[in-house]
């Protein structure tokens, strides 16, 4: 009989322990922080790896192996459970990164000792790059990202490229020669998201080389993708080449002694009317104020007039430009043109030229437009006073 009993304790003292599984327990405690994890369809995330590390660790660039001092792995169950039953820090991160889906949170040592429980959703990771503005003499920057193991170089022009990041709003560690800056950076779930580092940004942008091979612009100096177009202002203008012909026709070798591409068109108009070349460089919503740009210099080429525009397009704008104009008369030689703000017409109303004053604090385009008969080449253009900063979403 006493053997039977002592069985029975036995028995009933295995089957109350805590079954471990890479640190976790698979059976609710009275005291552990419970956090159900489930994936987009609502599903449990089963056997999903979380890490928890301190909030403030970041992968050091000369030792990839380096290990945070506080690092966990937890396996949730087969019902997407985890159970916690201590932090040994005050705040930790917790990440999880599943088959294209994951989640970034921070977990505090009061709600794990209250003995809490959460549910995190798992959803589609996204993506973030961007450009560190590199001072002279750095050739890159280390881009890290706290509460994780996110290290990336960049390249000798500053960009940078980190993919598979849960969705969150992270602080991001830049470290650029002797120097250590912070950012933050918000990604969204599936989304690829911009995060340019601009502590040493230079006080001049390059808004246009004309390099692409595509209606698609590359705007080295903003880190971003703009879209060009070319258009008409009544269907009695003609250009060569043709409008309706693929964008990279007007894109041609720049000649003369100039190396590299530049934009090309021949335009025939008739007075009141006229061609042009526009491309965003600021978004409808969010504006550019460049109001204390200092001059816009740029190269050109060619015979006839044309002008310099910039735009405040979108519903939300006041929807008015301001334009200076300029006279080609050699289209062998290259001359280099600097356009200042005292430079663009005063206002007067005439086809929506609001002046300078007021376009300036709202840009959204930037226009090169040909009149009457006209031949232009244009390349290289360069706004100063400046800073990519200033084109930043706000």
Same mark, same amino acid.
């Given at each position: 009989?006493? /053997? #039977? ?7 009933? #003292? ?7 599984? @890479? ?17 987009? +369809?609502?599903?449990?995330? $089963? ?7 301190? *909030? ?22 087969? #019902?997407?459970?985890? !159970? ?24 505090? $040592? ?7 429980? *959460?549910?995190?959703?798992?959803? /589609? =990771?996204?993506?973030? !790059? ?5 001072? %002279? &003499? ?17 390249? @000798? ?6 993919? @598979? ?49 595509? %209606?698609?612009?590359?705007?080295? +100096? ?14 009695? *203008? ?25 934009? !090309? ?17 600021? /978004? ?12 816009? *210099?740029?190269?050109?080429?060619? =015979? &006839? ?12 704008? #006041? ?38 004053? $007021?376009?300036? %604090? ?11 008969? =006209? ?13 990519? @900063?200033?084109? $930043?979403?706000?």
């Amino acid at each position: 009989m006493k /053997k #039977l009993l002592l069985l029975f304790v036995l028995f009933a #003292l295995w089957a109350c322990s805590d079954d471990k599984v @890479s640190g976790i327990s698979t059976v609710e405690t009275e005291n552990a922080f419970l956090i159900r994890v489930v994936r987009g +369809d609502s599903l449990p995330a $089963a056997n999903v790896v979380a890490r928890v590390r301190t *909030v403030d660790f970041v992968r050091d660039s000369a030792n990839e192996s380096e290990v945070p001092e506080f690092f966990v792995e937890y396996v949730a169950d087969s #019902l997407g459970r985890i !159970h916690i039953d201590s932090l040994a820090v005050e705040v930790a991160s917790i990440e999880i990164v599943s088959e294209g889906e994951g989640m970034f949170r921070r977990l505090f $040592a009061r709600d794990v000792r209250e003995g809490d429980s *959460v549910q995190f959703v798992l959803e /589609k =990771t996204g993506s973030l !790059h961007g450009k560190v503005y590199l001072p %002279e &003499g750095v050739d890159y920057a280390w881009v890290q990202v706290y509460g994780t193991d996110r290290l990336v170089k960049t390249d @000798s022009n500053g960009f940078y490229e980190m993919d @598979s990041l849960p969705p969150f709003e992270y602080i991001m560690r830049i470290v650029v020669g002797d120097s250590v800056v912070k950012n933050s950076a918000k990604v969204d779930a599936g989304e690829e998201s911009l995060a340019n580092v601009y502590a040493f940004e230079p006080d001049s942008v390059k808004v246009l080389d004309f390099e692409s091979d595509n %209606e698609k612009f590359f705007i080295n +100096d903003l880190g971003i993708s703009v879209t060009g177009y070319m258009a008409v202002t009544d269907t009695s *203008v003609r250009t060569t080449p043709s409008i309706d012909e693929n964008f990279a026709s007007f894109l041609v070798d720049a000649g003369a002694g100039r190396e590299g591409k530049a934009l !090309h068109w021949e335009s025939s108009a008739g007075f009141g009317f006229w061609s042009f070349f526009g491309t965003w460089v600021c /978004k409808e919503k969010s504006p550019c104020n460049l109001s204390a740009m200092d001059s816009v *210099v740029f190269y050109a080429r060619g =015979t &006839g007039i044309y002008s310099i525009i910039f735009e405040s397009l979108g519903k939300s704008n #006041l929807e008015g430009k301001t334009l200076a104009n300029d006279t080609l008369k050699s289209s062998d030689e290259w001359k280099r043109v600097c356009i200042k703000p005292s430079d663009f017409k005063p206002r007067d109303d005439l086809y929506g030229n609001f002046g300078w004053d $007021a376009v300036s %604090e709202a840009v959204t385009t930037i226009t090169v437009a040909a009149y009457d008969s =006209t031949e232009v080449w244009i390349d290289d253009i360069t706004l100063y006073g400046v800073k990519p @900063s200033d084109f $930043a979403i706000k």
